[in-house]
């Protein structure tokens, strides 16, 4: 049944009664519109709710199957392309006799089904060749429908009432299909076919190929995705390819080219950065990474905040569009039906129907606690990196509205902790980056009462505030720099004396509204590494117990331990493995010099990247313990591709290297850099610094790691501790 796909809570998360592991899904996605098909090519919504083409989170078409006069073709091979922008189908006919009594045996034809996106259009060129030794009229089928459902049906909301699907306009080019949503915007899906058909409907485009033996046809059909009154005129399909890879080559240059002597590791890597490519889209204030397909290929501020720092040394002008997105989108006034404060920075943004008649409240929605404090985060590490004081001048208000927000809002109570408790009607319960209903709970499995401080956002919050304090310095507000470190000194004295638990040992998982702490081992601990915020001491018995069968599989550090009230390896949040989680983690360990255990953790998801398809990391998998011989346990409705799983690998080689890039200081520094045995060098190149550039080479050696400096241009000065 297609109910039993994909169940959601009124809080809106996905949960599964089914698995589409099974359907292993092929995905495309380019700026704002992006696609999930079959094996075949093909997009069929029963069952499989999450077919279809999409653009700002409505379906502009929900069925498009070829075959042959309603027979299906059988499937040969089925991939998309290294640069994962194109999906390449080769599919051969079964045995069958044409409507004109001509019968044609099993594997005498051959098609090549190829597809991309490109500018709110689908491409896709059928090209079909006869193998056989006469002349064939080949009834080849298309047929399509448009739903137009919003991605909020699909993922399970109920809506008491839908707009009009209007009628269908027929030529002999192609098909328009229509309908008028209750925001009163018309979508249009516009399908055009070359040549043109032979019989054409509302729902069907059929063609009778001659084909004579070895002779070879194609035929190009061009859906194009748009709104009223909207001009897109469609290019053709080898003009509309060629635009796609050169933006795509463009997009690929602005980051460092990394090599290593793994070639394992080098797919790993870059799957990764083409996953990272295809999640971009282009706005007036740069780039920015959407989260993930086919749930969240929307803006999400905390996603693409990590995303952002995770890459920062690799690719810093991520970083800068992020910024710049979201400063221009920064809440202005309280509006509790948005969960939206002055200064405090967005948490979501969808463009859809259901968005703007306000039926969800995500149109322009802020429920995250953390994406603030981690909105200031990336700004004062994007400076350090890249020396941008211009862009800091022009953030700075921003900046210091998100530090009043976290001062007032964000602390409504005074105790210098941020928390939070929703206002909005049908927002989110819980607003850290473990967003699911049940996970923020007590020792016992009861959920907790808000409002939430959470462990890692206090971490968050003293980072931003010590990085807050250097960007008043440069900016020569020196009064104001000493205010910002002396509320982080406090804090992080506050944070060890509320959040440490000497049975647990570690930092408990949140406070609540009593300030009762909430005894869980979590994955959340690992956070308080990456920000700084934990003592040594603390951090010594958190790295070790992270690194313990309780919470390491083997893929991983699971974000429970084994043993807590609600634990479970097939939970979203409560026992499952996500890659960034990890990432981060990775980057506390070396922060606090735990080199071999960060390497330990990027050794994990190395391996189990080798069990995945395209060497892709999802959203997330299953915390079971690593068996021998078997890949990690997919979770059944993870994001793939999702940018902040792809931006980990990023991450975790930076922290094992102890990787750090100073613009402001002109110096690249490495502090114990560690290498894996099975990664015996890696070699970056062109790493911007300032006014200058490095190229680096890392070996292992005996006793440790060597390091040669390949090429330098200007002032770059490279130190190793």
């Known amino acids: 049944m297609a109910e039993d796909i994909i169940q959601i809570q009124d809080q809106y998360y996905i949960r599964a009664s089914a ?10 996605k380019q700026d704002n519109c992006f696609a999930v098909f079959d094996r075949l090519g093909n997009m069929r919504p029963l069952g499989i709710r999450d077919h279809g083409l999409f653009r700002d989170d409505t379906r502009f078409l929900s069925r498009l199957v070829l075959d042959l006069q309603g027979k299906q073709f059988l499937l040969l091979s089925s991939e998309v392309r290294e640069d994962k922008d194109i999906l390449a189908v080769d599919l051969t006919n079964p045995e069958f006799t044409t409507s004109k009594g001509q019968f044609i045996g099993q594997d005498t034809l051959h098609v090549l089904r190829t597809t991309f996106l490109w500018n709110n259009v689908a491409y896709e060129r059928i090209r079909i060749h006869n193998y056989g030794s006469e002349l064939f009229q080949v009834p080849l089928s298309l047929r399509f429908e448009a739903d137009f459902a919003d991605m909020f049906e699909i993922r399970g909301i ?8 209007l009628p269908a306009q027929v030529s002999s080019e192609g098909v328009t299909l229509r309908y008028r949503g209750l925001d009163g915007v018309e979508r249009q899906t516009r399908i055009l076919f070359s040549p043109a058909p032979d019989v054409v409907s509302e729902k069907l485009a059929q063609w009778w190929v001659p084909l004579a033996p070895q002779e070879e046809r194609d035929l190009e059909v061009r859906v194009v995705c748009s709104y009223g009154g909207e001009e897109i005129p469609p290019l053709s399909y080898q003009e509309a390819l060629q635009a796609e890879r050169e933006q795509r080559a463009v997009l690929r240059s602005l980051a460092h080219r990394i090599d290593t002597g ?3 590791f080098n797919e790993w890597l870059n799957a990764s950065r083409d996953d990272l490519v295809m999640m971009l889209a282009r706005t007036p204030y740069g780039l920015y990474p959407h989260a993930g397909v086919p749930w969240f290929a929307t803006v999400f501020g905390r996603d693409a905040l990590i995303t952002a720092l995770a890459t920062l040394w690799w690719f810093p002008d991520l970083a800068r569009g992020v910024l710049l997105y979201l400063a221009a989108h920064q809440a ?18 969808r463009y859809s129907e259901m968005a703007k008649t306000r039926e969800i409240p995500f149109g322009n929605y802020f429920g995250s606690i953390d994406a603030t404090p981690l909105f200031v985060v990336l700004a004062g590490r994007y400076v350090r990196r890249s020396g941008d ?35 909005a009607r049908r927002g989110l319960r819980n607003q850290g980056w473990k967003d699911s209903e049940d996970a923020i709970f007590y020792a016992d499995g009861s959920l907790a009462e808000p409002p939430i401080a959470l462990c890692e956002v206090q971490g968050y919050a003293y980072e931003a505030k010590l990085l807050a ?28 004396e509320q959040f440490w638990c000497e049975e647990l040992g570690g930092y408990v998982l949140a406070l609540d509204g009593r300030k009762q702490p909430c005894r869980v081992r979590s994955s959340n601990m690992g956070h308080c590494l990456f920000s700084g915020i934990a003592h040594a001491q603390h951090a010594e018995r958190i790295a ?21 009230g609600r634990y479970n390896p097939m939970s979203y949040h409560n026992g499952s493995i996500w890659p960034h989680d990890n990432a981060l983690i990775a980057a506390g360990l070396s922060r606090y010099g735990y080199k071999a255990e960060a390497a330990q953790v990027l050794t994990a998801l190395f391996d189990a990247s080798q069990f995945l398809e395209l060497r892709r990391l999802p959203e997330l998998f299953c915390g079971f313990r690593r068996r021998q011989r078997e890949g990690p346990t997919l979770y059944p409705v993870a994001c793939l591709p999702q940018s902040w799983a792809a931006a980990s690998v990023f991450l975790l080689l930076q922290a094992c290297l102890g990787l750090e890039i100073d613009g402001l200081a002109q110096q690249v520094r490495l502090t114990q850099p560690t290498l894996p045995l099975w990664l015996p060098h890696v070699t970056l190149e062109n790493i911007q610094v300032g006014r200058g550039s490095l190229d680096i ?10 390091i040669n400096v390949l090429r330098s241009t200007g002032d770059v000065e490279l130190t190793v501790r």
Do not use: C
Request: no cysteine; net charge negative; glycine share 10%.
């Open 332 to 349: 202005q006034e309280v509006d509790p039906s948005r969960d939206a404060e002055p200064g405090k920075i967005l948490h979501e943004q």
């Open 389 to 423: 004081l211009e862009l800091l001048r022009q953030l700075w208000p921003n900046i210091e509205a998100a530090l009043s927000w976290m001062d007032t809002y964000g602390d409504p109570d005074g105790d210098g902790f941020l928390e939070y408790a929703g206002k």
């Open 697 to 706: 080479g890392l070996y292992l050696q005996a006793g440790g790691v060597g």
């Open 158 to 165: 109920r809506r008491s009432q839908r707009g009009q699907l």
């Open 469 to 496: 304090a250097e960007m008043a310095e440069l900016l020569g507000q020196q009064e104001r720099a000493a205010q910002l470190r002396q509320q982080a000194e406090k804090l992080q004295q506050r944070f060890w």
């Open 19 to 28: 698995s589409l592991v099974e359907a292993r899904p092929h995905v495309l």
């Open 262 to 264: 793994n070639a394992q």
């Open 544 to 564: 070790r117990q992270l690194l313990e069968p309780a919470f390491f599989s083997g893929w991983g550090i699971r974000t429970l331990a084994e043993g807590e």
